[in-house]
């Protein structure tokens, strides 16, 4: 009679467990992604002898120069470039602006915003724009550079991947702050 009572009483706290046990519901986790960490950049001098303009440039990039001063910096372990293009001013400055321009705000579409900040350098002659573009875009940071007169400087990040913010931002914030080295050391030849 105990054992019979026993796994009645069993039964019904087994019963009563499950009931009121799961009250919320079951969500699945979202997707992770993987944390990116990147070493403290080291920069060296880089030149051509071909081209009118020197800059510092991450150790870990390789550049290729193309024949006209246009340039890729690779950053392999990123999966990712950075494209310098090279145009000589021609009395057509205010063409060249427009295009650098119309080429950053191609991407708000995609874009969730597009931060300006102006760069000026009276020392080096070295004038210009950097563009901080949040979210899904093809290019996360843009920038370009002038002395107004002689020469004209555009570049544009790239990773050779589908745009995914949150997944290449540690790549993104590491070459934005490439840019931004870049331009402050970027110093027209003579």
């Known amino acids: 009679m105990f054992l019979k009572q026993f796994r009645t009483y069993f039964f019904i706290a087994f019963c009563c467990g499950i009931l009121f046990s799961c009250k919320e519901e079951v969500l699945p986790k979202p997707d992770g992604f993987l944390a990116l960490d990147y070493d403290k950049p080291d920069y060296t001098a880089y030149t051509s002898t071909d081209c009118p303009y020197e800059f510092m440039k991450n150790t870990k990039a390789v550049v290729r120069y193309k024949s006209d001063c246009s340039a890729v910096l ?46 000026v350098n009276d020392y080096h002659g070295v004038y210009g724009m950097f563009y901080d573009v949040a979210g899904n875009a093809a290019s996360q940071s843009q920038f370009y550079v002038t002395d107004s007169t002689s020469h004209f400087i555009t570049g544009s990040i790239y990773f050779n991947v589908t745009p995914n913010y949150d997944s290449i931002l540690p790549a993104a914030a590491y070459l934005k702050n490439d840019i931004r080295h870049l331009m402050e050391s970027l110093k027209w030849k003579k």
Do not use: C, F, S
Request: hydrophobic share 35%.
């Open 74 to 119: 690779e950053y392999p372990e990123m999966n990712g470039a950075l494209y310098l293009t090279y145009r000589p001013v021609n009395n057509n400055i205010k063409e060249l602006l427009v295009d650098a321009q119309k080429l950053t705000y191609e991407h708000v579409v995609k874009a969730d915003n597009i931060a300006e900040e102006k760069y």
